[in-house]
């Protein structure tokens, strides 16, 4: 079997490498409480629980559970919008187009988590600010995922 999942290389899980782009929607949804779109206990009582895992701890869940031999584990970077990170889209256009393309992904994930809280009615709005701060980000960052590509092999179990 072959898993591939967002991660990340290093080993603090608060660093910005993986979680960027959570951060960057919950900034813009809190921007809509100080705009007064949203009220601020319904914003502080939403979660939306993630983890980015590193590889040392897949391994360490795969090995501890014991179902499974780890054939091969690799790590590699892609942009969030999926293209190569070595590629040239460095560009002003390349960079708003990256922008808008992540921000379209990450609204088919988590608008109907959101709009089931806040209300439908606000979804525009807060997405359109989203990728004001995606694009804002991407101007003075990198934007890059960290992906695991992991091979295993199911242990064959003996009838003894």
Same mark, same amino acid.
């Given at each position: 079997m072959v898993l591939t999942l967002v991660g990340r290389i290093g080993s603090d899980p608060t660093n910005k490498e993986c979680c960027s782009f959570w951060e960057l929607l919950a900034l813009s949804a809190r921007d809509m409480v100080l705009q007064g779109a949203?009220?601020?206990?319904k914003f502080n009582?939403?979660?939306?629980?993630?983890?980015?895992?590193?590889?040392?701890?897949?391994?360490?869940?795969?090995?501890?559970e014991g179902s499974f031999t780890i054939n091969q584990l690799e790590t590699f970077h892609v942009n969030w919008d999926g293209s190569d990170p070595k590629?040239?889209?460095? #560009? =002003? /256009?390349d960079k708003l187009r990256s922008s808008h393309y992540m921000a379209n992904i990450l609204r088919a994930v988590s608008e109907p988590l959101l709009a089931n809280h806040f209300g439908q009615e606000m979804m525009d709005r807060l997405y359109a600010r989203f990728?004001?701060?995606?694009?804002?980000?991407?101007?003075?960052?990198?934007s890059e995922l960290t992906n695991l590509?992991? #091979? =295993? /092999?199911?242990?064959?179990?003996?009838?003894?």
């Open positions: 949203i009220e601020e206990e009582l939403f979660n939306i629980p993630n983890y980015f895992p590193s590889p040392e701890e897949v391994k360490l869940v795969i090995q501890s590629g040239d889209a460095n #560009s =002003v /256009t990728r004001e701060r995606i694009a804002e980000y991407a101007f003075k960052e990198k590509v992991i #091979s =295993v /092999t199911k242990v064959e179990k003996s009838n003894s």
